[in-house]
């Protein structure tokens, strides 16, 4: 079955503490890409990877890293975590943002940094 | 830069009636534009998109959306609303690839939809 997996789907922790959330596709897409979701927000694009060691900044950088050293994983990182980056985040990958083939979610994870 | 509006943040329609959710983009190169659809406790799913081409894009579910670049919109239609089009809609926009940042996509801030029977 074609999915984005993202782990893990709920996380609670402090100020400080270095996190991951993984997400891993198995579809070969080379477009893959990370968002945050916030009440009145919207969805808004933290990082995202045109193909393998190519990364790039979206709207919202500031505090996260990610990396793309195989084409199926594009874990995002959270070096020292602070409560602002309390949310919802997807993961979602496409063959290419542009093909016709729609971009999958994953089913989102929500941190809370207390 | 790019910039996407979505007017009214909920939109609530008969069923049966027209769905119309509205978008505004700005861009200041060629856009790609897209509407996504959240179902509640679940991720996005893609609704349809504009490329090049026809103005008039036809998505899954019903759904249509027209690409007005005089009037730099692009809102989501459906003539026939269903209970089960209760949903959050987004509209976002993007580069054309050959443009610096043609990946980078930016969402409007949703328009939740209701449905009354």
């Known amino acids: 079955e074609a999915q984005v997996t993202q782990n893990p789907r709920y996380l609670i922790t402090v100020t400080g503490k270095k996190l991951t959330v993984t997400c891993s596709q198995n579809m070969n897409h080379e477009y893959m890409s990370w968002y945050r979701q916030d009440p009145g927000l919207g969805l808004r694009q933290i990082y995202y990877s045109m193909n393998v060691e190519v990364t790039d900044k979206g709207d919202v950088p500031e505090g996260y890293k990610v990396s793309r050293k195989e084409k199926r994983n594009f874990p995002l990182i959270l070096e020292s975590p602070s409560p602002n980056q309390t949310s919802l985040y997807f993961c979602?990958?496409?063959?290419?943002?542009?093909?016709?083939?729609?971009?999958?979610f994953g089913d989102g994870t929500r941190l809370s940094i207390l | 830069a790019q910039s996407v509006t979505q007017l009214g943040s909920h939109v609530s329609v008969s069923e049966g009636a027209l769905v119309l959710l509205r978008c505004n983009y700005s861009s200041s190169v060629p856009p790609y534009l897209f509407w996504y659809v959240q179902y509640p406790n679940q991720g996005l799913q893609l609704l349809l998109k504009y490329t090049t081409g026809a103005t008039l894009v036809k998505g899954i579910n019903g759904f249509e959306a027209e690409f007005k670049k005089s009037e730099t919109s692009f809102h989501l239609t459906k003539p026939s609303a269903h209970m089960s089009d209760a949903a959050e809609y987004f509209c976002?926009?993007?580069?054309?690839?050959?443009?610096?940042?043609?990946?980078?996509?930016?969402f409007g801030q949703g328009t939740e939809l209701s449905v009354k029977p």
């Open positions: 976002a926009v993007s580069a054309l690839p050959n443009y610096n940042q043609g990946g980078k996509l930016i």
């Open positions: 979602a990958s496409s063959p290419g943002l542009y093909s016709n083939q729609p971009q999958h």
